[in-house]
């Protein structure tokens, strides 16, 4: 059965469809990145009024991983230090960039009353799999061990992403699981969690102006580039053990492909005994999150995961 979207979904996934914009299967990485850029400037809300927002450059084996500190007004402060969300976008590993997710990340800075660190990690097909993995968990690592320069409560670290990020945010809390750091929680926003794509989720009939079922071969043949995709470090659903994983918030949404993947990863997180809150939207399509001046519900999303966030210290 198809998906109904919401009344406001439904209008902007018609004039997506009617503006005729080119499916990003049909250009090159740097062209998609440049139409998804672009977008977002139709789709953003009007950003909070913040304290500040900085560039920073993560040291890296690589050389340095371009990041921002997105710091609010009133912060949540105990002994002079914030709690901290390291934030990875979404895009397929392939298109995003900070600027892409800016605003998302500062309302969720804002509302959250909390330090945001967007990571700008290396995209495909210039730089495969696990190049993302390696810039999300070195960021991770950096942030924790520079938390007090940073104003960074250490102890109350999240990490979290939307899409390919929430897969990437997903992998560094295995990751930090068994290496450090130990992490407060993990937000996983309509993750990527199996390559396989076997789910029914993955049948069903387009519904999702951002991703459609050739798409997500697109994004997964330049990020893969040949890799095993049954490695937890690119499915980490896939990955043999789930207990002792920081606290989860899970969003699905209604029309996305990857629906069905979210939801059976925050079942995984629960039978483990990780405690787990799951949020469905059931109206709308993959990517509305950041796109809070079309849809409100992703202004709810933002405010919701903004109360969980304040909800872990």
């Not at 690119?234 to 029309?255: C, D, E, I």
Request: proline share 8%.
């Amino acid at each position: 059965m198809p998906v109904v979207l919401d009344a406001d979904a439904a209008a902007v996934y018609k004039a997506f469809q009617e503006a005729g914009r080119p499916a990003y299967e049909t250009l090159t990485a740097p062209e998609a990145r440049e139409y998804y850029r672009a977008a977002r400037v139709v789709a953003n809300p009007e950003p909070p009024e913040l304290e500040s927002s900085k560039p920073l450059a993560i040291p890296a084996p690589h050389g340095t991983i371009p990041a921002r500190i997105y710091t609010p007004k009133t912060l949540r402060r105990t002994n002079g230090l914030a709690p901290c969300l390291v934030f990875f976008h979404g895009g397929g590993w392939v298109i995003g960039d900070l600027d892409t997710h800016e605003v998302v990340c500062q309302k969720m800075a804002h509302e959250g009353e909390l330090i945001v660190i967007s990571v700008d990690y290396r995209l495909a097909p210039e730089h495969h799999f696990p190049a993302a993995v390696d810039d999300a968990v070195t960021a991770t690592q950096w942030v924790a061990a520079n938390a007090r320069d940073l104003g960074v409560d250490a102890s109350r670290l999240v990490v979290g992403g939307d899409s390919a990020g929430g897969n990437l945010a997903a992998v560094v809390a295995l990751t930090a699981r068994e290496g450090g750091p130990k992490l407060a929680g993990q937000l996983l926003v309509y993750p990527a969690t199996d390559f396989a794509r076997k789910h029914p989720s993955h049948r069903e009939p387009e519904t999702s102006i951002l991703l459609t079922h050739s798409v997500i071969g697109w994004f997964a043949n330049h990020y893969l580039g040949g890799a095993d995709s049954s490695d937890w470090r690119a499915s980490p659903a896939r990955a043999k053990n789930f207990a002792g994983l920081p606290p989860a918030y899970v969003l699905t949404a209604g029309a996305d492909p990857l629906r069905d993947e979210g939801d059976e990863y925050a079942k995984f997180l629960k039978e483990a005994g990780v405690p787990v809150t799951y949020r469905h939207f059931p109206g709308q399509f993959h990517g509305f999150f950041t796109m809070g001046k079309l849809l409100n519900q992703a202004n709810v999303a933002v405010s919701e995961i903004s109360a969980w966030l304040k909800t872990l210290g």
